[in-house]
DNA sequence: CGAGGAGCGA
DNA sequence: ACGTCGCTCCTCGA
């Protein structure tokens, strides 16, 4: 069967559940999707155009054939595989977290009822916010459809004098992590002790993968309970490890190739301090760069990427928004390159309307010649921020398509387990580590044409050891 | 069962 | 108005 096909009966099947032993088995289900049916040529047509309204303009399909396609579809057995498998998880210490943190928030939801004086569903926002305009007269923030906001950031600012958001907000982290992860993972643990997520091909505009059932692309990082739950990921075999492979600034990066600017390609060449780097322009004077302003370089630095306003990055960093705004506009007078590529980009989309990658991505953009500033701006950091994260989305499936193949070659027992858009996971006999770990960077760094992408390496027992 | 609110990751 | 995308949890009312 031709590639191309492979890649429509993927997108055919990509809502429904895969849920297969093995490829044998995953092949001949396909088959059944592969006769039929409208749904095929529909997701086909999603997986290009993410905006809708432009999926009857037939004349703008792909050829058969092209680059995307055939990356999709090489991609679609390695996913394949990669649900098969699973990814091995310890029950027993999931359920223990699940009930330490049962107990924490009980505990909180005692001690919240006792302050208030009555009892009442902290897990309710409709009851939260009684409780806290209604009964406690505290000015409100926010306003949403059904009130007044008690998010993390409104209860954050209350927290300042009241000490039942600060409980509220303890509460919420320790259900998040217990309902979500601790239980929520605990369920999906099926047979063999393994938990078997869905990979969606077509689920993003921005071409990346989508996890689901359970999601394995937001499971928690950080210290203490976060670093437990990952923890429970290791492989069920006795000597075998995790390595973890994660690339390093891979947008940042990215953005410096496809704009050419020489600072910012020259910053990565010298294997500088990339925020190191850039707080030297937004703090010409500063005789030293201080920890504070590596942090708002590297805010300012993230931000580029996604069309952060003034405002916005004022909110983050804590400053005001001229001030803010001031740091934006001098990353673009240092990075030059980077403005020219985006003045470029935009007078192309306003011409055409659509942005594409060379990879043969594209998407249309409505609003770049719009009338209204907000909609114009909205338009100009879609279309801006499209080619970057889809050739880093772009990357990451080449990369994953070569180390399955290199696996394969070289006869390796480790396997692929998890994408996380950046960051890939692996395990196998610890004896094969010191190769793996060879054969993943080569794989990885060389998986953008003319440009070598670092990756930073570790293995450990568990997904939360095996970290640089 | 779906909408709304909230929060997790990149 | 103020960055974006996608997934899942809980509550609440139809």
Known sequence: MPKFQDLKISLALSD?????????????????????????????????????????????????????????????????????TGVHADAKELRDIGEELREKSKNLELEMIDLIG??????????????????????????????????SDTLEEIGKNYAIANLILEYRSYEKLRATYAEGLLKEIGEGGRIHTTYNQVATS????????????????????????????????????????????????????????????????????????????????????SKDMRRIAKTVNFGVIYGITGFGLSKTIGTSPAEATGYIAAFFERY??????????????????????????KRFVKGLNDSNQNIRKGAEREATNMPVQWTAADVVKRAMVSVAERLKRGKFESRMIMQ??????????????PDLEILVREAMETALPGYRLPVDIATGSNWASAKG
């Open 420 to 433: 996380v858009h950046d960051e890939l996971v692996f395990e196998g006999p610890e004896s094969e580590m």
């Open 206 to 289: 921005t071409g990346r993968l989508s996890s689901e059932s359970p999601n394995l692309q937001n499971v928690p990082s950080g210290e203490g309970y976060p670093a437990r739950i990952k923890g429970c990921f290791r492989p069920a075999e006795a000597g075998w490890k995790y390595l973890v492979a994660d690339y390093s600034q891979i947008e940042l990066r990215i953005l410096a190739h496809l704009s050419s600017d020489g600072a910012l390609l020259n910053a990565f060449e010298l294997g500088r301090d990339i925020h190191a780097e850039t707080a030297k322009f937004l703090f010409p004077t500063a005789k030293e760069i």
């Open 16 to 84: 429904s559940k895969r849920k297969i032993s093995d490829f044998r088995e995953y092949a001949e289900r396909i088959h059944e999707y592969a006769a039929s049916d409208d749904a095929v040529t529909e997701a086909f047509e999603r997986a290009y155009f993410a905006d809708k309204d432009f999926r009857d303009e037939k004349e703008m399909l792909p050829p058969p054939g092209d680059a995307v396609a055939a990356l999709e579809s090489e991609l679609l057995p390695v996913l394949a595989q990669m649900e098969a």
């Open 336 to 361: 030059s390159g980077v403005r020219a590529y985006y003045d470029a980009l935009l007078e192309k989309a306003r011409t055409t309307g659509y942005v594409e990658t060379a990879l043969g991505r």
């Open 118 to 151: 009555e009892p009442f569903n902290p897990n309710s926002a409709k009851q939260v916010q009684y409780v806290l305009f209604d009964k406690l007269k505290i000015p409100s923030g926010k306003k949403i459809k059904t009130g007044f906001s008690v998010d």
